[in-house]
């Protein structure tokens, strides 16, 4: 990298609010700090600081994440780390990929370490089952956490490195990073690519973008040249990593490395080569090592990787999208309400070389070209996601920083009144990324991880009792609740929030068509859709007894003589303790089970919209426990009356406030501070107001008679509404 750069003063000044930076930056300034010799560095108080308050934020970001985005948050990463952890008669669900040795083992390595330091601690700290399971769900969300605030410190570092130390850029740049309604939802899950995402970011980082400038140097000093290939190993191995969890990202720095050997000397491009392939060989190495101790044999997953999805086409069989599906749902979705600002940052920095110095410039053109280039290439794919292109948000937060704050500064920097719609604007955005965040991490898709906090409250009320006068090395096979899943395949998580082993679990899988031909590929359903295609035909064909012999009490009532498996893949399921399904499959169980011992015993909120119409509505489980279900209607019938008092609540007080007369100024209704007396806050219409003066109630004075040569004798009139008020 470059020893040399300008920090420039990005700060508009007063007399000009419009001014855009590039020109305060280009015009010549006496507050512009002299440049320096060496790289710019935040004052170290500052980065700490700014660390610091990442690693809490992501904190608090991972422990309020409530709710479901996709499946291989967990069944990727999660259930096999469960395996590694304790074993796979535990009962984690292994899907396919591992079968096939699609995955590297290297990403779930690291959630079995923190699930064994997790369990670790909790038997070190005699902590009861239900803390324990706390601990183990919340640790690789914990781990997660740390994990993406060094993405958000290296992104803000990025930032600085190019703007310049303390530049308004970059602290817009780390804003853009806090407030994103796509950070605060997805980063701080155990996905594949939220790790892809920060290693990304730090290997930009670190990378030489000097070597992509043209230069007439034959070459680095000797200690430069150290240092430089310092930070190009660290580089590379990262890099070399990225690549082995998800292959898709070696078009990030094939396309960076492109440009560096085309511009780059001949020198630079020979270490660029050489140390290439010595990290690239020597992370291959690692995982190919781990690989074999996870697999049993030797194998070398992301050849299998490519071969499965593209040869053999098995990534449509999970969805097919259209061509332009980064340009008109990635990127929105990626980016959210700071797509406009990322749209304007790509088109300027493209057209035209940023007011910047040389070699910063040229990190932005990179950077644009990258987060184009690669959408561009994973738009041949057919089976497309979001979170594909995510490695890229980090950049594009940092190309958005520029005209972020040349549109919004000028309203900050001054009290203007022409700046107040801009002002409004900011406003609305932020509330708009709160509301954003808040309602996908906490209520969108909820359920599908409450249903499994309510299973093992359930476990400890019925399953533990069963299973104490068991063996511990046999406790796993004996008793314990079972349950089934009539859902869309792996529509919630599993082992990992389960936890314990003796919740013996089935659900509808959904393996590809793997190793069939294309005839047989057309016409293959899997068993999730072969029971929608018909509920009551797969119920009568795949379960135990059919519809006719229905258990009529739990089976933890009479624990089995016989062992059972944790987890229950192939059919035919037995029918279980508890049965969860959505609430759109509700009327059809009620038609088909209507004669059977199930009842509704528990039923939580999921979604108000879903793209998939299977997984609509509440998530409601039924039960064979009479019991749970009685308990069940005594509580919705007490939630009913509490909310019946409080709507006829809220109807008397609507009542009171429309038949209480409007309050208007008159000295009878002044009452003195001496007087003892207070008025009542309202009274009925019908009640006669009594009349006072300073306070004390007046006598009521006699009625005089009528006299008919003043007025004749007075009409008598029906007494009407006003008499009542007054």
């Given at each position: 990298?470059?020893?040399?750069?300008?920090?420039?003063?990005?700060?508009?000044?007063?007399?000009?609010?419009?001014?855009?930076?590039?020109?305060?930056?280009?015009?010549?300034?006496?507050?512009?700090?002299?440049?320096?010799?060496?790289?710019?560095?935040?004052?170290?108080?500052?980065?700490?600081?700014?660390?610091?308050?990442?690693?809490?934020?992501?904190?608090?970001?991972?422990?309020?994440?409530?709710?479901?985005?996709?499946?291989?948050?967990?069944?990727?990463?999660?259930?096999?780390?469960?395996?590694?952890?304790?074993?796979?008669?535990?009962?984690?669900?292994?899907?396919?990929?591992?079968?096939?040795?699609?995955?590297?083992?290297?990403?779930?390595?690291?959630?079995?370490?923190?699930?064994?330091?997790?369990?670790?601690?909790?038997?070190?700290?005699?902590?009861?089952?239900?803390?324990?399971?706390?601990?183990?769900?919340?640790?690789?969300?914990?781990?997660?956490?740390?994990?993406?605030?060094?993405?958000?410190?290296?992104?803000?570092?990025?930032?600085?490195?190019?703007?310049?130390?303390?530049?308004?850029?970059?602290?817009?740049?780390?804003?853009?990073?806090?407030?994103?309604?796509?950070?605060?939802?997805?980063?701080?899950?155990?996905?594949?690519?939220?790790?892809?995402?920060?290693?990304?970011?730090?290997?930009?980082?670190?990378?030489?973008?000097?070597?992509?400038?043209?230069?007439?140097?034959?070459?680095?000093?000797?200690?430069?040249?150290?240092?430089?290939?310092?930070?190009?190993?660290?580089?590379?191995?990262?890099?070399?990593?990225?690549?082995?969890?998800?292959?898709?990202?070696?078009?990030?720095?094939?396309?960076?490395?492109?440009?560096?050997?085309?511009?780059?000397?001949?020198?630079?491009g020979q270490i660029l080569a050489r140390e290439a392939l010595l990290c690239g060989s020597s992370v291959l190495a690692v995982?190919?090592?781990?690989?074999?101790?996870?697999?049993?044999?030797?194998?070398?997953?992301?050849?299998?990787?490519?071969?499965?999805?593209?040869?053999?086409?098995?990534?449509?069989?999970?969805?097919?999208?259209?061509?332009?599906?980064?340009?008109?749902?990635?990127?929105?979705?990626?980016?959210?309400?700071?797509?406009?600002?990322?749209?304007?940052?790509?088109?300027?920095?493209?057209?035209?070389?940023?007011?910047?110095?040389?070699?910063?410039?040229?990190?932005?053109?990179?950077?644009?070209?990258?987060?184009?280039?690669?959408?561009?290439?994973?738009?041949?794919?057919?089976?497309?996601?979001?979170?594909?292109?995510?490695?890229?948000?980090?950049?594009?937060?940092?190309?958005?920083?520029?005209?972020?704050?040349?549109?919004?500064?000028?309203?900050?920097?001054?009290?203007?009144?022409?700046?107040?719609?801009?002002?409004?604007?900011?406003?609305?955005?932020?509330?708009?990324?709160?509301?954003?965040?808040?309602?996908?991490?906490?209520?969108?898709?909820?359920?599908?991880?409450?249903?499994?906090?309510?299973?093992?409250?359930?476990?400890?009320?019925?399953?533990?009792?069963?299973?104490?006068?068991?063996?511990?090395?046999?406790?796993?096979?004996?008793?314990?609740?079972?349950?089934?899943?009539?859902?869309?395949?792996?529509?919630?998580?599993?082992?990992?929030?389960?936890?314990?082993?003796?919740?013996?679990?089935?659900?509808?899988?959904?393996?590809?068509?793997?190793?069939?031909?294309?005839?047989?590929?057309?016409?293959?359903?899997?068993?999730?859709?072969?029971?929608?295609?018909?509920?009551?035909?797969?119920?009568?064909?795949?379960?135990?007894?059919?519809?006719?012999?229905?258990?009529?009490?739990?089976?933890?009532?009479?624990?089995?003589?016989?062992?059972?498996?944790?987890?229950?893949?192939?059919?035919?399921?037995?029918?279980?303790?508890?049965?969860?399904?959505?609430?759109?499959?509700?009327?059809?169980?009620?038609?088909?089970?209507?004669?059977?011992?199930?009842?509704?015993?528990?039923?939580?909120?999921?979604?108000?919209?879903?793209?998939?119409?299977?997984?609509?509505?509440?998530?409601?489980?039924?039960?064979?426990?009479?019991?749970?279900?009685?308990?069940?209607?005594?509580?919705?019938?007490?939630?009913?009356?509490?909310?019946?008092?409080?709507?006829?609540?809220?109807?008397?007080?609507?009542?009171?406030?429309?038949?209480?007369?409007?309050?208007?100024?008159?000295?009878?209704?002044?009452?003195?501070?001496?007087?003892?007396?207070?008025?009542?806050?309202?009274?009925?219409?019908?009640?006669?107001?009594?009349?006072?003066?300073?306070?004390?109630?007046?006598?009521?004075?006699?009625?005089?008679?009528?006299?008919?040569?003043?007025?004749?004798?007075?009409?008598?009139?029906?007494?009407?509404?006003?008499?009542?008020?007054?």
């Amino acid at each position: 990298m470059s020893a040399r750069s300008r920090r420039s003063n990005s700060r508009l000044p007063p007399s000009s609010p419009s001014r855009s930076l590039s020109d305060a930056a280009r015009a010549p300034s006496h507050s512009s700090p002299p440049s320096r010799s060496r790289p710019p560095s935040a004052n170290p108080n500052v980065s700490s600081n700014v660390l610091l308050f990442l690693i809490a934020f992501r904190l608090v970001n991972a422990l309020t994440v409530r709710t479901f985005f996709q499946p291989d948050e967990f069944f990727q990463s999660l259930e096999p780390a469960w395996k590694i952890a304790f074993g796979e008669n535990q009962g984690p669900w292994i899907t396919w990929e591992w079968e096939h040795q699609l995955r590297s083992s290297l990403h779930p390595l690291i959630f079995a370490a923190v699930y064994s330091t997790a369990d670790f601690v909790a038997r070190s700290l005699g902590l009861s089952p239900a803390s324990r399971a706390d601990l183990l769900i919340a640790a690789p969300g914990i781990t997660q956490a740390f994990i993406a605030a060094v993405g958000d410190f290296y992104t803000w570092k990025l930032a600085r490195y190019i703007y310049g130390d303390g530049s308004n850029e970059s602290w817009a740049t780390l804003a853009l990073t806090v407030v994103s309604p796509w950070q605060w939802f997805c980063s701080t899950r155990t996905l594949s690519n939220c790790l892809e995402t920060t290693i990304t970011i730090v290997a930009l980082y670190l990378w030489p973008w000097g070597w992509a400038l043209k230069s007439r140097a034959v070459g680095p000093t000797v200690k430069s040249k150290g240092v430089s290939i310092l930070r190009l190993r660290q580089c590379l191995l990262l890099a070399a990593f990225a690549c082995i969890l998800r292959p898709t990202n070696v078009i990030i720095w094939v396309g960076l490395a492109s440009v560096a050997l085309h511009r780059g000397t001949w020198s630079q491009g020979q270490i660029l080569a050489r140390e290439a392939l010595l990290c690239g060989s020597s992370v291959l190495a690692v995982s190919t090592v781990v690989d074999r101790f996870f697999y049993g044999f030797w194998t070398f997953p992301p050849f299998r990787f490519l071969y499965f999805n593209i040869a053999q086409s098995l990534a449509v069989f999970y969805g097919e999208n259209d061509w332009s599906y980064y340009a008109s749902q990635g990127y929105p979705l990626l980016l959210t309400t700071a797509l406009p600002f990322t749209l304007v940052g790509l088109y300027r920095t493209l057209r035209r070389r940023p007011s910047l110095e040389r070699q910063k410039a040229s990190i932005l053109v990179q950077l644009a070209s990258i987060s184009l280039a690669m959408p561009a290439t994973l738009s041949a794919i057919t089976h497309k996601e979001v979170r594909f292109i995510y490695p890229l948000l980090p950049a594009l937060h940092i190309l958005s920083a520029s005209p972020l704050v040349e549109f919004f500064l000028p309203a900050l920097a001054t009290t203007d009144r022409r700046y107040i719609p801009r002002r409004l604007t900011l406003i609305f955005l932020l509330l708009a990324n709160v509301m954003i965040a808040t309602y996908t991490t906490l209520f969108h898709a909820s359920g599908v991880i409450s249903v499994l906090s309510y299973l093992r409250e359930q476990h400890q009320l019925h399953g533990i009792a069963n299973t104490s006068s068991v063996p511990n090395e046999n406790a796993a096979s004996y008793g314990g609740i079972t349950a089934g899943f009539l859902m869309p395949c792996h529509s919630t998580p599993w082992r990992s929030h389960l936890v314990e082993p003796t919740i013996h679990a089935w659900a509808l899988s959904c393996e590809p068509p793997v190793g069939l031909t294309t005839e047989e590929k057309a016409a293959y359903r899997d068993e999730a859709d072969q029971f929608y295609d018909d509920p009551r035909g797969f119920l009568r064909d795949n379960m135990v007894g059919g519809l006719r012999h229905i258990p009529r009490r739990p089976s933890y009532s009479t624990p089995p003589n016989s062992p059972r498996h944790p987890t229950q893949k192939l059919p035919p399921h037995e029918w279980p303790d508890y049965l969860i399904f959505f609430a759109q499959l509700e009327p059809t169980l009620k038609s088909y089970l209507r004669s059977s011992a199930y009842g509704e015993c528990w039923r939580t909120y999921n979604s108000d919209w879903h793209d998939d119409s299977r997984r609509r509505g509440d998530v409601v489980v039924w039960c064979l426990d009479p019991t749970e279900q009685q308990a069940w209607r005594s509580e919705q019938h007490h939630r009913a009356v509490e909310d019946r008092d409080r709507q006829f609540d809220h109807i008397v007080q609507r009542f009171q406030r429309e038949v209480t007369p409007p309050k208007s100024w008159s000295w009878s209704q002044w009452i003195s501070p001496f007087s003892t007396q207070s008025r009542p806050p309202w009274s009925w219409p019908w009640e006669r107001k009594k009349r006072t003066l300073f306070g004390y109630e007046l006598p009521e004075l006699p009625e005089l008679p009528q006299w008919g040569w003043l007025g004749g004798k007075k009409k008598t009139k029906s007494p009407s509404l006003s008499d009542f008020w007054f």
